[in-house]
Nanobody
Framework: QVQLVESGGGLVQAGDSLRLSCAAS????????TGWFLQAPGKEREFVAA????????AYGDSVKGRFTISRDNAKNTVYLQMNGLEPEDTAVYYC?????????????????WGQGTQVTVSS
């Protein structure tokens, strides 16, 4: 079992950068692929990015491609989401998630564990 805790959210202006962190508990963390999702008020949860167990492969949602970068440090049991060029449309609660699948997926139902989320607000 894995417990996930996100941090790094906040209020920024358009064009600014933020780095979100997701700290995982448990020795089994390297066995999990991980991803980031966002959920804006009144909208469904949306895929942002995912990374394989060894960090060798990544995938991104169309709205963040070229602006966001996902990475992980298995020695620190931590996944990161570097967000550059933030836009007001990026305003949402960002969730970290982990799953045991091998091939990356955008389907939130495939992820077994979720953090509590961290709020990102981008002002224009």
């Amino acid at each position: 079992q894995v417990q996930l805790v996100e941090s790094g959210g906040g209020l920024v202006q358009a064009g600014d950068s933020l780095r979100l962190s997701c700290a995982a508990s448990g020795r089994a963390f390297p066995a999990y692929a991980t991803g980031w999702f966002l959920q804006a008020p009144g909208k469904e949860r949306e895929f942002v990015a995912a990374i394989t167990r060894d960090g060798g492969t990544t995938a991104y949602g169309d709205s963040v491609k070229g602006r966001f970068t996902i990475s992980r440090d298995n020695a620190k049991n931590t996944v990161y989401l570097q967000m550059n060029g933030l836009e007001p449309e990026d305003t949402a609660v960002y969730y970290c998630a982990a799953g045991t699948f091998i091939y990356l997926t955008r389907d939130a139902r495939r992820y077994d564990y979720w953090g509590q989320g961290t709020q990102v607000t981008v002002s224009s």
